[in-house]
């Protein structure tokens, strides 16, 4: 294609400043560089300090949620200040701005949640009692379920304030994404790779996600050449599950898309933030109808959901 970036007028990718965030960014670029045979020098990475990334002592929760690690970015990605902006897909809102779309996803990560303590051991060979520190209301209420018995507290920051907390008796364990593990070559940390089989995964887990204005066809053009075919309709499936149940950071919920030939296979389960309900759903359908296949899944749940199950709806 024509109008290439250049170090003179480089291609401008805004991202949060954590170190997985930059590893994300940096994944893009060199995607890009390859794709289209370009020096480093004709990108340039612009870090972006989010509300989420400022508030670390509360629940995301009780801050207004997922949008938190993006309002920033996408406010500069509107005023032109930067060209791309590089997602976790699992923090993304199910609908962007006005203006706004994310149409390019690069291939998915492990999308197993990591369970780590200083030795590496499962969540069901913790002894009874432990302490598991966890901000997120899915893994929380996950593991409500799971272990009754275990305490639960709440745990934010990057890899190495929490195991510094582990290392300080804040916790025994806590949980992170295998997939940032994996794209901050940390294998030094021990952890016990859940299966989804028994705790399935945020929406979106392990997937980058880009996204770009609308009406910018320069960009669109470059970032096909990136994109995943895969992970988008496997996303297409998950987030639409996701949007019909307005699901935000007050929601526990969980779902995992997988495709078995050209077919598509889902799974998924919506639980009380205690763990005293879940309920569950599973269906497949051709890998080109995830999106239908994701919101019939989750009418199927609002419809067996008990009386006051959504009270966070309200």
């Not at 290439?4 to 994944?27: C, F, K, N, V």
Request: proline content about 5%; aromatic content about 4%.
């Amino acid at each position: 294609m024509s109008d290439l970036p250049t170090s003179d007028a480089p291609l401008r990718i805004g991202t949060r400043g954590s170190p997985l965030a930059l590893a994300q960014a940096h994944e893009t670029r060199d995607r890009l560089a390859a794709a289209f045979e370009l020096p480093q020098a004709a990108f340039h990475i612009e870090i972006i300090k989010t509300t989420g990334d400022r508030v670390l002592d509360r629940p995301l929760s009780e801050i207004g949620g997922k949008g938190l690690f993006t309002r920033e970015i996408e406010d500069a990605l509107l005023d032109g200040s930067i060209d791309i902006a590089v997602h976790s897909m699992k923090d993304m809102p199910t609908l962007q701005p006005d203006g706004l779309t994310i149409d390019t996803y690069l291939p998915r990560e492990d999308v197993r949640d990591a369970f780590v303590t200083l030795t590496g051991v499962a969540l069901a060979d913790m002894p009874q009692g432990a302490v598991v520190g966890s901000s997120s209301l899915r893994r929380r209420a996950q593991i409500a379920v799971r272990r009754p018995d275990v305490k639960l507290v709440e745990f934010r920051g990057n890899v190495q304030t929490r195991m510094a907390k582990l290392r300080d008796g804040v916790a025994d364990a806590t949980f992170l994404a295998m997939a940032g593990l994996n794209r901050l070559g940390l294998t030094d940390v021990p952890r016990h790779a859940t299966d989804p089989a028994d705790m399935l995964p945020a929406v979106a887990q392990g997937a980058i996600g880009i996204e770009r204005r609308a009406d910018d066809t320069r960009m669109a053009e470059l970032l096909s050449a990136i994109h995943d075919r895969d992970t988008g309709l496997r996303l297409a499936c998950e987030r639409a599950f996701l949007l019909t149940l307005d699901g935000s950071c007050e929601t526990p919920i969980a779902g995992l898309a997988e495709l078995d030939g050209d077919r598509l296979r889902f799974r998924g389960e919506i639980l009380r933030p205690d763990g005293s309900d879940v309920l569950t759903v599973a269906g497949d359908c051709p890998a080109t109808e995830g999106a239908a296949l994701g919101h019939a899944m989750a009418e199927n749940l609002l419809a067996r959901a008990p009386a006051g199950f959504f009270d966070w709806r309200a």
